[in-house]
């Protein structure tokens, strides 16, 4: 019979549960930890585990996984929507890790993919970037509003410090950029309005870019529209879940799009002609975009900028 593993992921423990046998483990979220839970886990001949995204907690242990078993990666509120439909009012830890279980041998979700090492690295160095870009604003916010002079210089010091920093990741972003794939990255280089910082965040956060359907990547990335009827009510269509990271840095390329590309001009005052608001157009065209660096990635071809 085949068992189906559930990991509940705290910070400092892992509760992991089998469906159907029940059985229970409890251990760290540390590497010694995730070894007991690789042996524990091949003792019961697991096919499937399935976790919650918590934060970047689980990162390690579904990386460490992902290489020996399928791997399938969920949002917390997916897990808590199935516990209520099957009847789980109360939240454990190992109620938790059991309705996982249960969940692991029903659903139907991507398999996380070993990532290579400098995918991982590449993430963690996007990441670093966004939180010292982050910071930066919010000094440059702070200096707008600071008349102190003692407290101005503070913060010049400071912007002064966080620019610098911002360079040296750049460098690095951009000399690991071309180890996760060199051809992709030209490729999605000579795209108008795709800057490096946006070549990076694809490269590192939507490694499936050119490898599914349209509906498919625009999913990932939250771009796809969802219907919401019912009888003869027809609600309004809305984007939801997703991968944040990737719909911020494709927002600003939309951007870019409209102002330079004449398709994407004509697309964009078109939907705004027809009533649609500014961001409801700009979604739409984020959504047309990324599905043709899809494409374009997929056939192994280059950008062509339609004529108007």
């Known amino acids: 019979m085949q068992a189906f593993a559930g990991i509940d992921v705290a910070k400092a423990s892992l509760a992991v549960a089998l469906y159907p ?31 919650e995204a918590t934060g970047g907690y689980e990162q390690a242990v579904a990386v460490m996984l992902s290489s020996q078993w399928p791997v399938v990666r969920i949002p917390p509120h997916r897990a808590r929507a199935f516990a209520v439909a099957m ?20 659903v139907k979700g991507p398999v996380l993919a070993p990532p290579c090492p400098a995918e ?36 010049q010091r400071q ?34 309005g795709i800057g490096a910082v946006t070549v990076a965040t ?10 599914l359907e349209s509906r498919q990547i625009s999913a990932l990335a939250g771009l796809a529209p969802y219907n919401c009827d019912s009888g003869k009510h027809q609600g309004v269509r809305r984007i939801r879940g997703g991968r944040a990271n990737v719909r911020r840095i494709l927002y600003m390329a939309a951007w870019s799009a409209v102002r330079h ?9 078109a939907l705004r002609a027809r009533g649609k608001c500014a961001k409801v157009a700009l979604v739409a065209c984020m959504r047309v975009l990324l599905i043709r660096l899809n494409a374009m990635l997929r056939d192994g071809s280059e950008w062509k900028t339609l004529a108007a």
């Open 87 to 106: 009847g789980k009012i109360a939240k454990t830890d190992p109620i938790d890790a059991a309705m996982l279980a249960h969940l692991a041998a029903v």
């Open 159 to 192: 912007l002064k410090q966080l620019a610098q920093e911002i360079a040296r990741l750049d460098q690095e972003v951009a000399s690991c950029v071309p180890l996760c794939g060199s051809e992709r990255a030209e490729r999605l280089r000579r795209v108008p």
């Open 261 to 269: 590309q004449p398709d994407f001009k004509l697309r964009y005052a």
């Open 120 to 155: 991982v690295r590449l993430q963690a160095l996007v990441r670093r970037r966004e939180q010292l870009v982050e910071q930066r604003d919010a000094e440059r916010r702070r200096l707008l509003q600071a008349h102190d002079a003692l407290v101005r210089r503070s913060l």
């Open 202 to 211: 694809l490269m590192a956060f939507l490694p499936e870019l050119g490898q």
């Open 21 to 51: 046998g029940g059985q229970r483990l409890d251990v760290g979220n540390d590497a010694r930890g995730h070894a007991t839970l690789c042996r524990w886990l091949r003792h019961h001949e697991v096919s499937r585990v399935l976790l």
